[in-house]
């Protein structure tokens, strides 16, 4: 199952996809622009008008699964990945026309991904012990409907990518999505169970909403028959699902720092880092977003920076933008707060830098500034192709201050050093879930890195990496004085 995609590969993705993709994609035939119920005048199935009925059919569709072999699961989850790849290009496309978030060619390449290199029912192991006393099986089991936020950044990749994990573990799934990206995930919806039917499962397994709400939401979170409750989004949702007095999993926001110190390979740090950061236009939430780097190597950097597709910012237009880009909203308890703009959020940097009048061509990914630590492009998780740049002198004052913008969500740090002590001590100090070494963001979920890939990082709750296991619970049974053989 496993797959490693080389840079060639994804370079070949990518002209392939721009290729066939030139305009966005054609909104439904219902006369709405975006359509939660239908695809093209194919009625999406899984989708509800209310949360309790959604919960009420995934539950039947749970009580389905059950009786059902682990052999017969796989299956099913055989046939998501395969439908995931032969729609990753319409999935891709709905994303970025519905949220104008991202890139197609990205957002392509991570649908492969998911399809790929989420893991199935491999991934649920049981454990026998024996001793003088007899045997104890621990066997991980479904929770039984499992009900999932999903963001408007990744949103059918997380939609897919949950799907195949709470199913493989047995699990039926209604998700509460963004309203932002409602139609995409709702056709990853259909598209699950489209799958899961075609191999022998129930017709609906996972369901969804045809408007998404905070009420609806609300509803989720009370029901009895969610035993098991998954965040995927900023620090407010994740805030209310774990206050909500339920088993939850919170994967919250990031705001990745990057270390380079002078023994790194500059140039190739400089490569890595534009390429995590722009890719998708910096939504994942591991990409980099602020980089520390030793003031004895900074110029190189910057210079390997703008051979790679990224326009250097003054300060004064950095300023500029940073009033753009985040916008001030005043909180119910009357506290002011900086939020990132959504007409900036995963745009093409071309498009963001047109709105202080610097006019670029597409071959600009990424706009770079040399900032004060304090500046809002260190403090902020902008979720754009900006990085601000900070200099530093030494490796305790990078990790002083990378650890510091972390702002303690414990979530992904990157590092580009060839000196062990420095890597070590920046990896222990920031304490996050990801920590990539000499690489792009993406390495650190499977994307020219070893080891699975999710796209639901839950730092806050401590699931890590989720998988298929992190939405199970561990059931035992005891025989004692049998069952030994010696
Ligand atoms: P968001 O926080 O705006 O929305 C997430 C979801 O929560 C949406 O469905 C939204 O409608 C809903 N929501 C918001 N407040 C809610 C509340 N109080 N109760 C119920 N639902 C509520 O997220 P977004 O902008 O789509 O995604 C970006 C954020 O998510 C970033 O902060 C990013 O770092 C984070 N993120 C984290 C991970 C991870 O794996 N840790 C993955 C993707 C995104």
Not at 81 to 108: F, N, Q, S
Request: proline share 4%; charged share 25%.
């Amino acid at each position: 199952m496993a797959m490693n995609l080389t840079e060639a590969q994804i370079n070949a993705i990518v002209a392939r996809v721009v290729s066939e993709f030139k305009s966005p994609a054609a909104p439904t035939t219902s006369g709405k622009p975006w359509d939660s119920t239908q695809y093209k005048g194919r009625k999406l199935i899984g989708v509800y008008e209310t949360m309790e009925e959604a919960i009420e059919v995934a539950n039947a569709g749970y009580r389905a699964v059950r009786s059902m072999s682990v052999a017969d699961r796989e299956k099913i989850i055989t046939a998501i990945r395969r439908y995931t790849r032969e729609e990753a290009h319409i999935l891709a496309e709905m994303g970025v026309a519905e949220t104008k978030m991202g890139r197609v060619d990205h957002k392509y390449a991570k649908h492969l991904l998911v399809a790929d290199k989420t893991p199935g029912t491999e991934d649920i192991v049981e454990e026998a012990r024996t001793g003088d006393n007899g045997l104890t099986l621990t066997e991980m089991a479904p929770f039984g409907v499992v009900g999932a936020i999903t963001p408007s950044t990744n949103p059918s990749e997380t939609v897919i990518c949950n799907s195949i994990g709470m199913i493989a573990a047995g699990n039926g799934v209604v998700f509460n999505p963004h309203p932002g990206a409602i139609a995409t995930s709702n056709y990853a919806v259909d598209l699950v169970n489209r799958a899961v039917h075609s191999a022998g499962g129930p017709e609906v397994l996972v369901a969804s909403v045809v408007k998404p709400t905070l009420d609806t939401a609300n509803v989720m979170y009370k029901h009895p028959s969610i035993k098991l409750l998954v965040c995927t989004g900023g620090p407010g949702v994740v805030k209310a699902v774990l206050s909500s007095g339920k088993k939850a999993i919170g994967a919250g926001a990031g705001n990745p720092p990057v270390i380079v110190d002078d023994t790194a390979d500059i140039d190739k740090a400089a490569k890595d880092i534009i390429d995590g950061c722009t890719f998708d236009n910096n939504l994942p939430c591991i990409a980099e977003k602020e980089v520390f780097v030793f003031d004895n190597v900074a110029d190189r950097l910057i210079a390997g920076m703008l051979k790679n597709g990224c326009i250097k910012l003054t300060k004064a237009q950095a300023d500029e933008l940073a009033k753009i880009v985040l916008v001030e909203k005043t909180d119910k308890n009357g506290k002011v707060k900086k939020i990132v703009n959504r007409d900036c959020v995963g745009r093409d940097c071309r498009v963001i830098l047109e709105k202080i009048g610097i006019k670029v061509g597409p071959e600009i990914r990424c706009a770079i500034a040399e900032v004060p630590f304090e500046h809002d492009f260190v403090q902020e998780e902008l979720m754009m192709p900006i990085l601000g740049i900070v200099r530093v002198k030494n490796i305790n004052e990078a990790i002083d201050l990378a650890v510091k913008a972390e702002h303690g969500n414990r979530h992904t740090a990157h590092m580009h050093s060839k000196n062990i002590d420095n890597l070590t001590a920046f990896a222990r100090a920031v304490e996050t879930t990801i920590f990539v070494k000499n690489a792009p963001s993406y390495a650190g979920i499977g994307f020219g890195g070893e080891g699975h890939t999710t796209f639901t990082i839950a730092g806050p709750t401590g699931e890590g990496i989720t998988s298929a296991r992190s939405f199970t619970r561990k059931r035992r049974c005891v025989m004692v004085d049998s069952f030994r053989i010696i």
